[in-house]
């Protein structure tokens, strides 16, 4: 991202613009082309505003994130597991981050609007062109997530794929142990029948959308991050058990 976009994501008055305008485009596609299904929101309304820490199974690049913004905008004006008519898109929640891998957020323009958005961009822990593997996150990247927790709600995806039950990236344990934030797990589904990869194309019109808030973990930050790391992989249920008890489900899936 060029230094003027670095600079202009930082303003709130920005991100307040680049919301409104992803959420009046996007809204249709999540409530009524499709129809989304919210549960859990109570476990947001009494989080603290900094060093909250959601965790997600992923499932197209960018639709899992505006559908997580419209929610945390429809629950600062007081709805419960539910969007309804879009006023919260006058005043939307700006205090989140995103981390997105560097690829993902480079290229077209939409692209760009994303970042300033709120993206954290981060260099990917695998390639799967290469099956390149890496042990953690950057340190750059390590400090990149501090500086946003420290004053922000921060969404991340363990995973670093759209592929379910892929492996989990050691760094998010790392993080986790690290700033001791709060995390809450999140569980969604729909998004890849709904959505192309990428989140932004129509692939099959009235599915049903499902966003799953909760509560927040017990977590030992003193464990080892593997440990740390299997809690949080079975909480957002792509752990090994939830891959075998959904193993024929994905088999049909990939038909």
Do not use: C
């Not at 192309?196 to 799953?212: A, E, I, P, Q």
Request: net charge positive; proline share 5%; hydrophobic share 40%.
């Amino acid at each position: 991202m060029s230094l003027i976009g670095e600079r202009l994501r930082h303003f709130n008055f920005v991100r307040k613009i680049v919301y409104a305008i992803v959420g009046i485009v996007s809204y249709p596609g999540l409530a009524m082309i499709n129809k989304i299904k919210i549960t859990g929101t109570e476990h947001l309304k009494k989080l603290p505003r900094s060093n909250v820490l959601f965790v997600s199974n992923h499932q197209t690049y960018f639709a899992d994130v505006i559908a997580f913004l419209h929610i945390f905008s429809a629950v600062k004006w007081g709805r419960q597991n539910r969007l309804g008519i879009p006023w919260y898109l006058l005043n939307p929640f700006t205090r989140v981050n995103y981390v997105a891998a560097e690829e993902t957020m480079k290229g077209s323009w939409i692209s760009r609007l994303f970042a300033l958005a709120g993206a954290l961009t981060v260099k990917r822990t695998w390639r799967p062109e290469t099956n390149e593997v890496r042990r953690g996150l950057d340190p750059s990247d390590t400090r990149k997530i501090t500086r946003a927790l420290s004053g922000n709600w921060v969404i991340t995806f363990p995973q670093g794929t759209t592929k379910p039950f892929a492996p989990a990236r050691k760094g998010t344990a790392l993080i986790i142990k690290q700033n001791k934030p709060v995390v809450i797990p999140v569980v969604i589904g729909g998004f890849w029948r709904a959505f192309n990869k990428k989140g932004l194309k129509f692939k099959k019109k009235g599915t049903m959308l499902s966003v799953t808030f909760k509560e927040p973990l017990d977590i030992n930050y003193d464990l080892p991050a593997e440990t740390i790391m299997t809690q949080v992989m079975e909480a957002i249920e792509q752990s090994k058990k939830h891959m075998m008890m959904g193993k024929h489900h994905w088999k049909m899936m990939d038909k």
